[in-house]
């Protein structure tokens, strides 16, 4: 009677003391300390493994960036525990994440099929691929929507256009989320069909207004879209000022543009694009002095940024300042001689201080690269040269 009463001591003390490396490795998940996190696991599987532990430590391992051993462990879940449809489902992240459509589709198709017949409506952890959530709690049920999204995402990098429609379609049945319209934009945009892209793009910014990739894809769509004047000074949105600002350039608004390629510069004044961007459309609007100083501004912090050159160039011709513009026409034609319009401007520039013999040459070269002006003054100032 006494050692029947040992043996159960014993037994309940190992379950009780397995539990709770089980409940401490799982606290410490939540909590985001995963060393800690890993460590109890470990305990915990070199005692007993079975499918809860081997989900957690897949779980942990995807969260210290190890794919490859999560994906190890949820198909140890599977073997466990054949029905287990989270691990087929975060099987299938990791296949879709890492390129391997084939597989994601397979897991996803799995889980589809199966989960209504699932009796399963526990709470686990899940990670998110959009990358906005991080890891979060949730029931296999809520993500139906969202399996489908990554079933057409899957369907789409394999080319499989129509079932990706198909499944973009049907996630819409249990959600509709900002990130759902943004990928079947892109769907649409493979497809050639921008209004119903810009549409979709439309409807995820009235459900997220500062969603910066749904106003990202739409300006690259639609070169008319303006940024809210309050999404101009988040942080998050500073990479989209150059876009926006070749958008307004790209559309005659050139104070406009000037005043976004403004807003990334004081955001980066390191960023020898918006330097450049702005010096642009500040010739256009003959601010010639000041768009020559950001060209300057661009090349010091780029010397390699040999565009600044000719542009400078044009600037001091504007000013008919032609010996100035020649110098950094040369300039940048002995780095770069293959720009037609760069060579015409050059012949210009040489023709208007009487400099006919290399201005012909300027104009063959341009006219060699297929500008047809230079053609034409080659007829006019060089027939008898």
């Known amino acids: ?12 003390s190992v379950y009780s003391y397995s539990q709770d490396d089980y409940d401490k490795a799982r606290t410490h998940f939540g909590e985001n300390q995963l060393d800690s996190a890993r460590y109890y696991i470990n305990k915990e599987l070199g005692r007993k493994p079975g499918a809860p532990e081997y989900f957690l430590s897949g779980m942990i391992h995807e969260s210290q960036g190890m794919d490859l051993r999560a994906l190890a462990d949820y198909e140890a879940v599977v073997k466990y525990d054949p029905q287990n449809l989270e691990a087929y489902f975060q099987k299938g992240l990791i296949y879709y994440n890492s390129g391997s459509s084939e597989n994601a589709i397979r897991d996803f198709t799995y889980v589809i099929i199966n989960q ?4 399963t409506k526990a709470i686990y952890f899940a990670n998110d691929p959009y990358g906005k959530k991080g890891t979060f709690l949730t029931t296999l049920q809520s993500m139906l929507g969202r399996i489908y999204q990554y079933r057409g995402l899957a369907y789409q990098k394999s080319g499989e256009t ?9 996630s819409f049945e249990y959600d509709s989320l900002a ?3 943004i990928n079947r934009s892109g769907l649409y945009t493979e497809m050639n069909q921008s209004n119903q892209a810009i549409n979709d793009l439309k409807s995820a910014i009235e459900l997220e207004p500062d969603n910066y990739l749904a106003w990202y894809n739409l300006a690259l769509l639609d070169p008319k879209v303006r940024l809210p004047e309050y999404l101009l000074n988040d942080d998050e949105f500073s990479p989209m000022l150059n876009l926006m600002g070749a958008n307004a350039y790209e559309s005659g608004e050139y ?12 955001n980066n004044p390191k960023d020898e694009l918006a330097y450049l961007n702005r010096g642009k459309a500040l010739l256009k609007n003959k601010d010639y002095t000041q768009a020559r100083a950001d060209f300057l501004k661009a ?10 050159f000719y542009l400078i160039g044009n600037s001091f011709f504007y000013e008919n300042n032609f010996e100035d513009a020649i110098g950094f026409y040369e300039r940048y034609l002995s780095v770069d001689p293959g720009y037609k319009n760069v060579w015409y401007n050059a012949a210009m520039a040489y023709l208007s201080v009487d400099k006919l013999s290399r201005a012909c040459e300027c104009l063959e070269n341009s006219e060699k690269l297929g500008m047809d002006l230079a053609a034409e003054q080659l007829e006019k100032h060089c027939g008898n040269q």
């Open 1 to 12: 009677m006494k050692l029947l009463t040992f043996f159960l001591l014993v037994v309940i």
């Open 116 to 119: 209504s017949s699932s009796a």
């Open 162 to 170: 129509a079932k990706a429609f198909q499944d973009f379609n049907k």
């Open 179 to 181: 990130d759902f319209f």
């Open 255 to 266: 104070a406009l543009s000037a005043s976004y390629h403004s807003r990334a510069i004081e």
């Open 299 to 308: 090349l010091q912090i780029n010397a390699n940024k040999i565009e600044a």
